[in-house]
Each structure stands twice: as structure tokens, then as C-alpha cells.
């Protein structure tokens, strides 16, 4: 069972370099999201695309760029990284109806020097 | 609008002992209730939902929550504490009508078991 998956696993970047995290589910799932976390921040949400076709900002989008390709393909790019991004990404999905669990990927440690 | 808060940043306790892991949270309208667990280098598990009806919510490896709509709270818990529990929790809190769907994410707890 796969389920969410995302590569890399780990990346380290120079500042200004770019790059894209790439995420895929087998679930069948309308929704998809990409998390930031830091330490003492909790999960900060900051894209998501509540269907193949659409994608919204969260939290934090500043900085990043999102690509919902089709179903089970949502994709997190950043174009000019900067040490700020320097966190540990999490893509998840979710079925339809608001009681459905998330379900996350086993995460993208990214570095940016 | 809505929030949760996960008022300990770390719960120490020992093994056999039992456990709380605290979480309150605040919605407009009913709320869906969740819980994960991260272990080290992982991503995030679910543990346990409340959606509807028994307000005592049993889950994956022993746990349970119990979910207050009075005072707003939906606190983890399990009777008999391992060592392998130690890991970090998240609560979370979505609204069941009339928002995006989008869960909000407490700032996690660190859960402790000492041998």
C-alpha cells in the first residue's frame, strides 16, 4: 500500500537555486495539500487543491508555486530557495466528505544554505 | 475561524503509567476531532477520529479520546503507558459544514515514556 508518496526524501540547496517536490497518491483522493514544518510551529498549511484543477493558497505560500497535474499528482516548486525554506515538507490527501481522515507522506527534509 | 491548542509542549511519564495528552480546541459549528502520531523522520499517522455520536473515541495502538463539547476539549489517552508511545502528537480540528474542509493543526506534543 502505498499511498502518499514523495521525493526526495532529502535535498540540500544553495540560496537562489530552484526546485520541485514532487507528490503522488494511489488513494484516489479529490484533495491534496503541502505542509511545512518547524520545530515549535506545528504544521503550517501552505497550498492545497481541494480538486484536480484547483489550487489555493494556505498559510504560508510566500515563496513557493503549485501544480495540481492531474489527480494523483500535486507538486510543490520553489523558485528562488532561500535558507528561510530550510524545513521539512509534508504532502497529504484526503477523500471526499469533511469526516475523512488525511493522510500524509513520509516527508522531504530540504536544506537550503 | 478555527483553532486548537495543545497546551503542553512535552508530557513526561512512566511506563505502565497512564496517560493524557491534552488538546482544546475552537470552532464555529460542530467540529470533526482528529489525532496523529509522529514517530522520528516519519510522517504523520492517524490515530483516532471523533465525527458523531459516542463521545468516547477508541483508536490505533491503544488509545482513546473523549470528546467534551462543553469544555471544548478532545484530550488523548491510554490506560497503560509504553516506552514506544514516545513520540510526537498532533490534535486536529475541522469545522463538519460551511468551510474548506481544511484540518487546522495544533503545534504538536512530545510524549515521554521513561522505563
Known amino acids: 500500500n502505498a499511498g502518499v508518496t514523495q521525493t526526495p526524501k532529502f535535498q540540500v540547496l544553495k540560496t537562489g537555486q530552484s526546485m520541485t517536490l514532487q507528490c503522488a497518491q494511489d488513494m484516489n483522493h479529490n484533495s491534496m495539500y503541502w505542509y511545512r514544518q518547524d520545530p515549535g510551529m506545528g504544521l503550517r498549511l501552505i497550498y492545497y487543491s481541494a480538486s484536480e484543477g484547483t489550487t489555493d493558497k494556505g498559510e504560508v505560500p510566500n515563496g513557493y508555486n503549485v501544480s495540481r497535474l492531474n489527480k494523483r499528482e500535486f507538486s510543490l516548486r520553489l523558485e528562488s530557495a532561500a535558507p528561510s525554506q530550510t524545513s521539512v515538507y509534508f504532502c497529504?490527501?484526503?477523500?471526499?466528505?469533511?469526516?475523512?481522515?488525511?493522510?500524509f507522506g513520509e516527508g522531504s527534509w530540504l536544506t537550503v544554505v | 475561524a478555527q483553532s486548537v491548542a495543545q497546551p503542553e509542549d512535552q508530557v513526561n511519564v512512566a511506563e505502565g503509567n497512564p496517560l493524557t495528552v491534552k488538546c482544546t480546541y475552537s470552532v464555529s459549528g460542530n467540529p470533526y476531532l482528529f489525532w496523529y502520531v509522529q514517530y522520528p523522520n516519519r510522517g504523520l499517522q492517524f490515530l483516532l477520529k471523533?465525527?458523531?455520536?459516542?463521545?468516547l473515541v477508541k483508536g490505533s495502538y491503544g488509545f482513546e479520546a473523549e470528546f467534551n463539547k462543553s469544555q471544548t476539549s478532545f484530550h488523548l489517552k491510554k490506560p497503560s503507558a509504553l516506552v514506544s508511545d514516545s513520540a510526537l502528537y498532533f490534535c486536529?480540528?475541522?469545522?463538519?459544514?460551511?468551510?474548506?474542509?481544511?484540518?487546522?493543526f495544533g503545534r504538536g506534543t512530545s510524549l515521554i515514556v521513561h522505563p
Open positions: 497529504a490527501s484526503r477523500g471526499m466528505g469533511a469526516g475523512n481522515t488525511i493522510y
Open positions: 486536529a480540528v475541522r469545522v463538519e459544514s460551511g468551510g474548506s474542509y481544511i484540518p487546522t
Open positions: 471523533y465525527i458523531t455520536g459516542d463521545n
